[in-house]
């Protein structure tokens, strides 16, 4: 592999994780304008993301699958145009019903691309450089963060909301164009296997109906919750004698494999606690401009955009089983900071949290990828990065749903015997010690199985 071809692999890849990450942080950020101009309620428009992630959730599987087979570098190219596409849409929707439809066309290119690019990326680069090339789009991702909310901020102070996907297109057109001229074909899987159909429509829909059931704001409905269990349950069995089955049972006997899953669920579960929820905070409690907001929540991609790389580095030096407890001991840190702010919160506090969370979240996230990937073939690499690109976004989905169901419960209840303010921060309180609570257990995990996890590399004798 020459050296001047992975580099622009590498710079491909991060185009399309700029994007994505733009798009998201953009989002969080024009939440509560885009709420406003259709006035529709916090648990209304949290279905602008909720239904983008519920897609990337049922499909990547799909998609890293068939990536595998054909080509991730086909995959991946083609989920630029999808995405733009999708990002047009967007930016032309009259009511909040278009938009979320818009927004489920622009998961499926999302998709493609989450699912892809991660295996791409471990393909290129030598066994000793992967977790360099992983922490430097770590900090793609955490430059996306933080120029997401100060540019969302001045946009939707200056623009109509719609701006802010119109500024996909763009990127979204150059991506296109580098994928097509200068991508590399990946290795596939010549097995001769046909695809899991059926599987993968139960996973679908048990992912999609699990959500559903934490999506209701003041309590959960316990039957879809049954119903989701209850097909999760259905999906295991069946793909346990399914000739094509949709999951890759020999990657389950792969102990970094398993426990690095189980740790980011922790992660990214406790992480959209602060990105989505933060905002409202900001903006309705403290009565802060989306300009200033956006300027606030920049902290974290900053602090992560920082650490990420230089987590990356270190892990290909040490491993990653010191850095992913380390990261669960400042994730929960943060968590129990956010725990105690109220209409009276120093801005100070409140940057600390965020920056102590973006440390955290840098120095978890490359080093625990490096791991993952590290420890199975170069041919499930595409299945891999879909894998954990599900765990991923089905975690931050589930995440959204239950911090907006935890708050809205708490706020309701208090609400009816004292102040907005009053009833605000205790649900804002009772929020953040759960998310800590999360994170917390992503920690006794992190120390249990680092033993296991230590410096595992793949080899042939594992199969």
Same mark, same amino acid.
Request: charged residues 10%; contains cysteine; glycine residues 8%.
């Given at each position: ?252 006997? +792969?102990? @970094?494999?398993?426990? $690095? =899953? &189980? ?8 992480? *959209?606690? #602060?990105? !989505? ?28 955009? +920082?650490? @990420?790389?230089?987590? $990356? =580095? &270190? ?8 850095? *992913?407890? #380390?990261? !669960? ?135």
């Amino acid at each position: 592999m020459k050296l001047n071809t992975k580099w622009q692999v590498l710079i491909i890849v991060c185009v399309g994780i700029f994007m994505s990450t733009l798009d998201g942080s953009i989002l969080n950020i024009a939440n509560p304008t885009i709420a406003e101009s259709f006035s529709v309620s916090m648990k209304s428009v949290q279905w602008i993301v909720t239904a983008y992630m519920l897609v990337i959730t049922a499909t990547l599987l799909f998609f890293g699958k068939l990536g595998d087979k054909i080509g991730n570098h086909k995959i991946y190219t083609w989920g630029f145009l999808a995405f733009t596409a999708g990002s047009l849409t967007c930016s032309l929707a009259p009511t909040l019903v278009w938009l979320i439809s818009a927004r489920v066309f622009q998961a499926f290119g999302a998709s493609m691309m989450m699912a892809t690019g991660m295996g791409i990326v471990s393909n290129t680069f030598p066994s000793n450089e992967r977790g360099k090339a992983l922490g430097l789009t770590g900090s793609i991702v955490g430059i996306g963060n933080m120029a997401g909310p100060s540019l969302g901020g001045l946009l939707v102070a200056n623009f109509n909301w719609p701006i802010i996907f119109l500024i996909n297109i763009p990127i979204g057109l150059m991506g296109f164009f580098l994928a097509c001229k200068f991508l590399p074909e990946q290795p596939c899987d010549n097995s001769g296997k046909s695809y899991d159909v059926i599987g993968t429509v139960v996973f679908a829909t048990a992912a999609i109906i699990l959500i559903l059931s934490l999506s209701f704001g003041q309590s959960i409905n316990v039957s879809l919750l049954i119903t989701g269990i209850m097909l999760f349950i259905i999906f295991y069995v069946y793909e346990k004698y399914a000739p094509t089955p949709v999951l890759d049972f020999q990657l389950f006997k +792969i102990k @970094a494999f398993v426990y $690095g =899953n &189980l740790m980011g669920v922790a992660s990214y579960i406790s992480q *959209t606690f #602060v990105t !989505f929820l933060m905002p409202f905070y900001l903006e309705r409690l403290l009565h802060f401009s989306p300009a200033y907001s956006g300027i606030l929540m920049t902290l974290t991609p900053i602090s992560m955009a +920082i650490t @990420a790389p230089l987590a $990356g =580095n &270190l892990s290909d030096r040490i491993g990653s089983s010191r850095l *992913t407890s #380390v990261a !669960f001991i400042l994730l929960t840190s943060a968590h129990l900071i956010f725990s105690t702010l109220n209409q009276d919160s120093s801005i100070y506090t409140i940057a600390a949290g965020l920056l102590i969370l973006g440390i955290g979240t840098g120095l978890f996230g490359s080093p625990n990828n490096s791991s993952i990937l590290g420890s199975v073939p170069r041919e499930k690499s595409g299945y891999t990065g879909g894998f954990i690109s599900t765990v991923r976004n089905l975690s931050f989905t589930m995440g959204i749903a239950a911090s907006v169901s935890i708050f809205t419960y708490f706020f309701t209840i208090n609400s009816k015997h004292t102040s907005f303010s009053l009833a605000y921060g205790i649900a804002n309180r009772y929020v953040y010690l759960i998310s800590a609570a999360i994170t917390l257990s992503g920690l006794v995990i992190s120390l249990v199985t680092s033993p296991a996890r230590r410096q595992q590399k793949f080899s042939e004798n594992q199969f």
